[in-house]
């Protein structure tokens, strides 16, 4: 909670530092609000973007428009709208029982930690820095653990949840095992716990995270999608052949960035594939599109 509890007090700390209209904006909005309140909007967020974003892709999807479909990675594999719904409704209900939970439970490290909520707000190159930071952390520590998941224990008794998918849809991205949400929200949330911030950069760094895993997921493979000038991003396309292979794969762990796949030696399985498919077929998109897996 902010320390200025009356207008006075706020006009005259707005005076003497010429508050941006953000900042502005930001007192209004949060100075009656707790920090436990305001730490709990991230779980709002995400299912407010997980219910929004993935909605382009299966209007896409449910309306079989051919000139957007000839993008689909899969484009033997159809999903229904009860199919999606399905999809839908259990990762909600896996957000209400462990991503919820995690929030409340975390709230005083992110105190301890100093996640602020005060004034003044981080600028844009604060924002550019910790968030690169933060992906980059998580990306590497994703790496491992998605490696681990995919051993026979850990595959068979939890990862194989989210592999119930070889042909991902946006709304498949959160798609998994309770237990793997738990394991995998210690990467994305040691970055702010290193290198903490404004609860703002806090709520932006899930909710990309979050966007990045439902165009990951999408099934589609846009020419035109900004992320493809992204240097070393994988994409739709590299971890559609991941859940493609399914528990077979052992290659494209990564999570957002391909760097360590080409570090570790775990890109050459699919690198192979994909010359030799490039060679047979000119018309060549995915090295999955002409095979029907669900």
């Given amino acids: 909670m902010l320390p200025y509890q009356t207008l006075e007090e706020y006009s005259k700390y707005a005076l003497a530092r010429n508050l941006t209209f953000g900042?502005?904006?930001?007192?209004?909005?949060?100075?009656?609000?707790?920090?436990?309140?305001?730490?709990?909007?991230?779980?709002?967020?995400?299912?407010?973007?997980?219910?929004?974003?993935?909605?382009?892709?299966?209007?896409?999807?449910?309306?079989?428009?051919?000139?957007?479909?000839?993008?689909?990675?899969?484009?033997?594999?159809?999903?229904?709208?009860?199919?999606?719904?399905?999809?839908?409704?259990?990762?909600?209900?896996?957000?209400?029982?462990?991503?919820?939970?995690?929030?409340?439970?975390?709230?005083?490290?992110?105190?301890?930690?100093?996640?602020?909520?005060?004034?003044?707000?981080?600028?844009?190159?604060?924002?550019?820095?910790?968030?690169?930071?933060?992906?980059?952390?998580?990306?590497?520590?994703?790496?491992?653990?998605?490696?681990?998941?995919?051993?026979?224990?850990?595959?068979?008794?939890?990862?194989?949840?989210?592999?119930?998918?070889?042909?991902?849809?946006?709304?498949?991205?959160?798609?998994?095992?309770?237990?793997?949400?738990?394991i995998l929200g210690f990467p994305a949330f040691l970055g702010p716990a290193l290198i903490p911030g404004h609860i703002i950069t806090y709520w932006l760094w899930f909710i990309l995270r979050q966007l990045e895993a439902i165009e990951t997921h999408s099934g589609y493979d846009f020419p035109w999608s900004p992320t493809k000038y992204i240097p070393f991003y994988g994409g739709p396309e590299y971890h559609d052949y991941h859940h493609y292979v399914g528990g077979r794969s052992q290659c494209n762990y990564a999570s957002v960035f391909t760097y360590c796949d080409y570090i570790y030696g775990t890109y050459k399985g699919y690198q192979y594939k994909k010359r030799i498919y490039e060679k047979i077929n000119p018309t060549y998109t995915s090295i999955a599109q002409n095979y029907k897996v669900d």
């Fill in 23 to 182: 900042e502005t904006l930001w007192f209004n909005y949060s100075a009656k609000k707790s920090d436990f309140v305001l730490h709990c909007h991230n779980t709002l967020f995400l299912c407010l973007f997980y219910s929004i974003a993935p909605i382009p892709f299966l209007l896409i999807e449910l309306s079989g428009y051919k000139k957007l479909n000839k993008y689909k990675i899969q484009p033997l594999v159809k999903r229904t709208f009860l199919e999606m719904f399905k999809c839908y409704k259990y990762v909600m209900w896996t957000f209400i029982i462990a991503v919820g939970p995690i929030q409340i439970i975390s709230y005083p490290t992110i105190k301890w930690l100093g996640i602020r909520t005060g004034l003044p707000l981080p600028s844009g190159w604060e924002l550019f820095w910790q968030l690169l930071v933060y992906v980059l952390i998580e990306d590497y520590v994703s790496y491992w653990i998605h490696k681990w998941l995919h051993c026979k224990w850990a595959y068979e008794n939890i990862h194989k949840v989210h592999h119930e998918y070889r042909t991902p849809i946006g709304l498949s991205a959160p798609y998994a095992h309770w237990a793997e949400i738990f």
